[in-house]
Nanobody, 124 residues
Framework: QVQLVESGGGLVQAGDSLRLSCAAS????????MAWFRQAPGKEREFVAY????????YNSDPVKGRFTISREDAKNTVYLQMDSLKPEDTAVYYC?????????????????WGQGTQVTVSA
């Protein structure tokens, strides 16, 4: 079992930055693909970015291109999402997820473990 706890969310203004953290316990993350998803009110959960155990990185380009950066520190069992130039449309609950399964890593059903989420609210 892997337990994931997100932190770092909050209320910010458009143009500000936030850094989300996801701390894992129960297993070491070195063999897991880690991802961030987000879910806005009334919308489906949306892929943001993943960082595979083999070092591959992918972003959901259109919404976050050039503004968000995913990173991981396996020694600390932690994954980060640096979010810059935030926009009101980035407002959502952000979830951390982990999977050891092979296959496409940008879809919700690929992930075995989820955190509880952290709220990010961006005011205009």
């Amino acid at each position: 079992q892997v337990q994931l706890v997100e932190s770092g969310g909050g209320l910010v203004q458009a143009g500000d930055s936030l850094r989300l953290s996801c701390a894992a316990s129960g297993r070491t993350l070195s063999r897991y693909t880690m991802a961030w998803f987000r879910q806005a009110p009334g919308k489906e959960r949306e892929f943001v970015a993943y960082f595979s155990w083999s070092g591959g990185i992918r972003y959901n380009s259109d919404p976050v291109k050039g503004r968000f950066t995913i990173s991981r520190e396996d020694a600390k069992n932690t994954v980060y999402l640096q979010m810059d130039s935030l926009k009101p449309e980035d407002t959502a609950v952000y979830y951390c997820a982990a999977t050891s399964r092979p296959g496409p890593a940008q879809i919700v059903k690929a992930y075995e473990y989820w955190g509880q989420g952290t709220q990010v609210t961006v005011s205009a």
